[in-house]
């Protein structure tokens, strides 16, 4: 079970990297999250989003840890670490989709759709591993086991949070693809971790 574990775990953080790399950075729009947040602040109070990003997610981290435990700390390693290893590699290619870079309506609302499904498919299957890819992961998986939610719920209402705030310096229309993006990506990572799975009740 623990190299089932760790091959999703690599497996999703591939699927991520690359979504994020080569589709969801061409739809131009913001995100929800502790990304979000950096952008927030970098807006509001001019703070660099690599001091408040690693601040943010440290936190995140230490609370996952905390409430999580050892496992978590494995597994989100392995998952962050894979992520940094592929989008390093993914960020040498050539785009594989270079009819996005149009960023016509159209091709905005494309990026949109398939980022969200490869970041739900692979930060999906990082968290069935029980590792968290980024901060914003862990801090659902967390609140999703405190609060006892569904972790689609956790997802929703921090990234509407986050994107109601962004309003103040984000036109409407991207905020309306980033809500798309940030609801469809949370659906798929809730219906991940809904599917059934036999070697689990021998864990």
């Known amino acids: 079970m623990f190299a089932k574990k ?9 699927i991520l990297a690359f979504g ?3 589709i969801h950075a061409y739809s ?41 435990g050892r496992d978590f700390l494995i597994f989100s390693v392995i998952s962050g670490g894979g992520f940094s290893v592929f989008y390093a590699l993914f960020e040498r290619l050539e785009p594989v989709f ?12 494309v990026s949109a759709i398939l980022g969200a499904v490869f970041v ?8 069935r591993a ?23 719920i956790i997802y929703l209402v921090s990234d509407l949070l986050v994107l109601s705030l962004s309003l ?10 980033s809500l798309l993006t940030v609801i469809l990506s949370g659906q798929i990572i809730g219906l991940i971790q809904k599917i059934p799975c036999h070697t689990e009740k021998n864990t």
């Open 120 to 127: 739900g498919v692979g930060v999906g299957l990082c968290i």
């Open 98 to 109: 270079p009819f996005l870079l149009e960023n016509s309506l159209f091709t905005v609302f």
């Open 6 to 14: 760790c091959i999703f775990s690599v497996l999703g953080s591939a």
């Open 168 to 177: 103040s310096y984000i036109p409407i229309k991207r905020i309306a693809f």
């Open 28 to 68: 131009g729009v913001t995100e929800g999250g502790v990304l979000g947040l950096t952008l927030l602040f970098k807006n509001w109070w001019a703070l660099s989003p690599a001091v408040t990003g690693f601040i943010l997610n440290a936190a995140c981290y230490l609370f996952g840890i905390k409430t999580l």
């Open 130 to 152: 029980g590792g968290a890819p980024t901060g914003d992961d862990a801090l659902a998986m967390s609140l999703s086991k405190l609060a006892k939610l569904d972790i689609r």
């Open 20 to 22: 994020l790399c080569h």
